[in-house]
């Protein structure tokens, strides 16, 4: 048997795609369980989406492209950013992937030797640490608090980057999953302050951007100051806000040096991203027949009740998501008092699946032991269903 790399046996497969696949595997059977732990709008792709890629399909649109992506779709995104963040970037500045996953991973493997440090405040969508990894950098965590509403404190990330030299980037997601916190402008201001003092680049994950709610606005860290642009590489794609989640495209936009290499190493990785998602979002991009904000709309109404039921279960606390479509619950209290020798959110979470019939996220997959999360991409009739049968579940362990 061949011995497998240190990277590989570290890798750990994700915690969300675990309960997505027992809980599929018991709704097989014809089990009915409520799945609250999907990261993927529970709508269709918009007609005039599929339209495009289906044209593309009958155009034999369906050879090798440029590997950075085909340049009406880079003009497209580089008008997506000039009209919705006021950032005026060159097609040459925007690299295509298959994914935003793999446009994360290829500007880690650009920036990051080996040593180079990247800060990931805590909770953390799941992947961030892998994906450090795997570019061959280092985790830094940096925790924050429900007190502050999961939002990075700026004195505390002072503190970490003077006692690690070797910080090279900040994960920067906004909004954010798991917690769906969005930053103010203010707040934004002294991060980017922080990282440019310090010559950190920014990655700022913003694939939530227009899943925003309550009013909330979403600010691109980039535009708020002109230094800040030459530090911030923006991560976004069409998966969540456009339901375009199996399509596979993600983008990248920054300094162009960093871009150039990205693309250089995706060159060698993956080649460019399929044509035909390229042409559907090109459609994505430049129309809209309105389907994006009653998706945005249904998301606000889910919300609101997801937040309102599950405060009024004893013993948890939820901080009011403004963004993307989950929401934490802290569990801490059914962890240190139930009668099932439940020791942790992994155990409860299986148990509320075995025994509650939902399928929910443990916190620790995110850095936070503490917590669960929800998903509310899913049916206002299953919403109702499932925060009862999590109430039910927990009043049980009592």
């Known amino acids: 048997m061949i011995k497998l790399s240190n990277k590989a046996r570290a890798m750990k497969p994700s915690p969300t795609l675990a309960v997505m696949s027992k809980a ?62 006021g950032l005026d970037y060159e097609p040459s500045q925007i690299l295509v992937s298959p994914g935003a996953k793999a446009s994360i991973v290829f500007i880690l493997m650009a920036i990051c030797d080996a040593g180079d440090q990247v800060i990931v405040p805590s909770p ?23 007190e502050d509403n999961f939002k990075i404190d700026p004195n505390e990330l002072k503190k970490l980057i003077a006692d690690n030299p070797n910080v090279k980037a900040l994960m920067l ?15 934004l201001i002294k991060i980017g302050d922080i990282c ?4 950190i680049l920014i990655i700022a994950d913003e694939i939530y951007e227009k899943l925003v709610y309550d009013g909330a606005i979403h600010y691109a860290i980039a535009a708020l ?13 069409v998966s969540k806000a456009y339901a375009m989640t199996g399509w596979r495209l993600g983008y990248s936009a920054g300094p162009k040096y960093i871009i150039d290499a990205a693309s250089s190493l995706q060159g060698h990785i993956t080649s460019n991203t399929n044509s035909m998602t390229q042409k559907a979002t090109v459609a994505a991009l430049l129309q809209d027949d309105g389907s994006i904000e009653k998706m945005r709309q249904e998301f606000e109404l889910r919300k609101d009740f997801m937040y309102a039921e599950l405060n009024k279960i004893d013993h948890v606390s939820t901080t009011a998501p403004q963004g993307a479509f989950y929401i934490m619950v802290n569990v801490d209290y059914y962890l240190k008092n139930n009668i099932k020798s439940i020791k942790n959110d992994v155990e409860l979470c299986s148990f509320l ?18 917590l669960v999360r929800f998903s509310y991409a899913n049916s206002m009739d299953n919403l109702r269903e499932g925060v009862k049968r999590f109430a039910q579940g927990l009043k049980s362990l009592l």
């Open 173 to 187: 997601n906004n909004p954010n999953n798991p917690t769906g916190a969005i930053y103010s402008k203010d707040e």
């Open 24 to 85: 599929k595997a018991y709704i097989a059977k014809g089990i009915d369980v409520i799945n609250f732990g999907v990261g993927e709008p529970d709508f269709n792709t918009p007609e005039y989406i599929k339209d495009a890629g289906i044209k593309a399909i009958k155009d034999n649109f369906t050879r090798y492209t440029p590997t950075p992506g085909i340049v009406p779709l880079r003009e497209a995104i580089c008008k997506k950013f000039k009209d919705d963040n």
């Open 124 to 146: 953390y969508w799941v992947s961030y640490p892998d994906q450090v990894d795997i570019a061959g950098g280092r985790t830094l965590l940096l925790e924050t608090t429900e």
């Open 225 to 237: 100051k002109p230094e800040f642009k030459d530090i911030t590489v923006i991560i976004n794609g």
């Open 353 to 370: 699946l075995e025994e509650a019939k939902i399928a929910i996220v443990p916190g620790s997959a995110f850095g936070n032991d503490k």
């Open 196 to 199: 440019l003092e310090n010559n």
